[in-house]
């Protein structure tokens, strides 16, 4: 794993986080609305199947995975701010923390840090490079 796919992990959890609240409102709203009542159609009897209970239970499964990956969220970015500050080179870390933590676009952190992009485009690779030979190198990192 590249020192960015390992940063990356942040954003791609905190997007799967926000699909999941979009569905779980989703299935809120189908599980409590009301449903009209055809009396143009024949009726036939049948045994009923209860299609709120399977959206509530759908509904509460999801909530209790987003919980679970929420709490995996806040412990991998925890562990990526700790990892991001101890670099020895204070601008790497904080161009680090500012595009990977904050996802910031690198326009945003060139006006941010006074710097012109091209500079800061170039001195993202020496980060990442760096960010990969201090932590990931000593660490292991495989996640």
Not at 81 to 90: G, T, V
Not at 103 to 126: F, T
């Amino acid at each position: 794993m590249t020192a960015k796919q390992y940063l990356m992990q942040l954003k791609e959890l905190e997007d799967k986080i926000q699909h999941r609240e979009q569905l779980i409102e989703e299935l809120r709203v189908k599980a409590s609305g009301v449903k009209a009542i055809t009396y143009d159609q024949d009726r036939v009897q049948t045994s009923p199947a209860n299609i709120s209970e399977t959206v509530i239970i759908k509904y509460l499964g999801l909530i209790n995975k987003l919980d679970n990956e929420r709490i995996k969220y806040a412990n991998l970015k925890d562990t990526i701010i700790r990892e991001i500050e101890s670099m020895d080179n204070h601008n790497f870390s904080k161009l680090l923390y500012k595009r990977y933590v904050e996802m910031k676009s690198l326009e945003q952190i060139a006006v941010e840090m006074c710097y012109n992009y091209d500079y800061i485009r170039r001195i993202h690779g020496w980060a990442l490079s760096c960010f990969a030979k201090e932590i990931l190198t000593n660490d292991d990192k495989t996640i």
